[in-house]
């Protein structure tokens, strides 16, 4: 299925965006922890620029997660602007009565088709439907659209989040990159609503999902922290939070757990992409 994503000739590649229509579910409030994570690991970058620029790739068949990602970066980044892409026309003609200061709806695909580079690209709930053997390409595409990174200023440049949850976003998993690629995996849940951490596997994004067997990074995590999650139960009296903490400070051990207890608080963890990624 490559060819979904294979760049098109000169001449028709502004024209017609990259990508395929799917399914358009989405939300309310569905996205509410990415966003936050966002707005707490991204804000700084957000402030350095003049004018940041959010794309909220493939919004669905509403447009509540532009409008909500517009709102929560308001809150850290006061001048950011929203763009929200999808390649269904009807979904943009459909979102076009909900714009408003800072926030706008555009057609197009993977391209992202904006005139400068955006600050940030979040891509939830899109790639789960394409073929494992596109993402890698889909994400060399979509970082190389991001704004650079600036050594001299500080800034490591734009920020693409992209990943997958259940259809009210009480189980989240994500990967951030830069635009150099990769940099980590956050997974976020609502912790009453866990039996143990590898229920999340089931939102794995496509980069991880079809890995999570016997042998690959991502299975050995997993089985990890349900271990650590088992030794952790009796912090379960004092509640499901206090259990998350405990067990995500275990596996520090052994992961490059990269945040610490003001996320872990929020029922996230974060890892390094690296200690993650696909064997071969
Ligand atoms: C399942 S919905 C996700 C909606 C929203 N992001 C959410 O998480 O609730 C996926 C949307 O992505 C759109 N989409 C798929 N490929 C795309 C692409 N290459 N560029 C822009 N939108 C795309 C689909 O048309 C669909 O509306």
């Not at 068949?61 to 980044?77: G, H, M």
């Not at 714009?99 to 057609?107: A, I, K, N, Q």
């Not at 189980?171 to 609502?190: C, I, K, M, S, Y």
């Given at each position: 299925?490559?060819?979904?994503?294979?760049?098109?000739?000169?001449?028709?590649?502004?024209?017609?965006?990259?990508?395929?229509?799917?399914?358009?579910?989405?939300?309310?409030n569905r996205l509410r922890r990415m966003d936050r994570?966002?707005?707490?690991?991204?804000?700084?970058?957000?402030?350095?620029?003049?004018?940041?620029?959010?794309?909220?790739?493939?919004?669905?068949?509403?447009?509540?997660?532009?409008?909500e990602?517009?709102?929560?970066?308001?809150?850290?980044?006061?001048?950011?602007?929203?763009?929200?892409?999808?390649?269904?026309?009807?979904?943009?003609?459909?979102?076009?009565?909900?714009?408003?200061?800072?926030?706008?709806?555009?057609?197009?695909?993977?391209?992202?088709?904006?005139?400068?580079?955006?600050?940030?690209?979040?891509?939830?709930?899109?790639?789960?439907?394409?073929?494992?053997?596109?993402?890698?390409?889909?994400?060399?595409?979509?970082?190389?659209?991001?704004?650079?990174?600036?050594?001299?200023?500080?800034?490591?440049?734009?920020?693409?989040?992209?990943?997958?949850?259940?259809?009210?976003g009480?189980?989240?998993?994500?990967?951030?990159?830069?635009?150099?690629?990769?940099?980590?995996?956050?997974?976020?849940?609502?912790?009453?609503?866990?039996?143990?951490?590898?229920?999340?596997?089931?939102?794995?994004?496509?980069?991880?999902?079809?890995?999570?067997?016997?042998?690959?990074?991502?299975?050995?995590?997993?089985?990890?922290?349900?271990?650590?999650?088992?030794?952790?139960?009796?912090?379960?009296?004092?509640?499901?939070?206090?259990?998350?903490?405990?067990?995500?400070?275990?596996?520090?051990?052994?992961?490059?757990?990269?945040?610490?207890?003001?996320?872990?608080?929020?029922?996230?963890?974060?890892?390094?992409?690296?200690?993650?990624?696909?064997?071969?």
């Amino acid at each position: 299925m490559t060819s979904r994503t294979t760049p098109r000739s000169p001449g028709t590649a502004a024209r017609r965006p990259v990508g395929t229509v799917t399914r358009g579910t989405t939300n309310p409030n569905r996205l509410r922890r990415m966003d936050r994570w966002i707005a707490a690991a991204h804000g700084a970058e957000l402030r350095r620029v003049a004018d940041p620029v959010a794309v909220d790739l493939g919004y669905g068949a509403a447009p509540w997660t532009a409008v909500e990602l517009l709102a929560r970066l308001r809150s850290v980044a006061p001048h950011a602007r929203v763009v929200g892409v999808e390649i269904d026309p009807a979904r943009v003609a459909a979102a076009r009565p909900y714009e408003r200061d800072g926030l706008v709806f555009r057609h197009g695909g993977f391209e992202v088709p904006l005139a400068g580079r955006p600050s940030l690209i979040r891509a939830a709930n899109v790639l789960r439907q394409y073929d494992e053997g596109e993402v890698a390409g889909v994400w060399e595409r979509l970082c190389a659209r991001l704004a650079p990174a600036d050594p001299a200023s500080g800034s490591r440049g734009g920020l693409l989040v992209e990943g997958t949850c259940d259809e009210i976003g009480r189980r989240h998993v994500w990967v951030a990159l830069g635009p150099e690629g990769p940099r980590t995996v956050t997974f976020a849940t609502r912790l009453g609503s866990l039996d143990r951490p590898s229920d999340l596997a089931e939102r794995l994004p496509k980069a991880l999902i079809h890995r999570n067997v016997s042998g690959e990074p991502v299975h050995a995590f997993l089985r990890d922290f349900d271990r650590a999650w088992a030794a952790a139960a009796p912090y379960a009296s004092y509640g499901a939070r206090q259990r998350w903490m405990r067990a995500v400070r275990d596996l520090t051990a052994d992961w490059p757990v990269v945040d610490g207890p003001v996320r872990w608080r929020q029922g996230e963890v974060t890892v390094a992409w690296g200690a993650l990624a696909p064997l071969g």
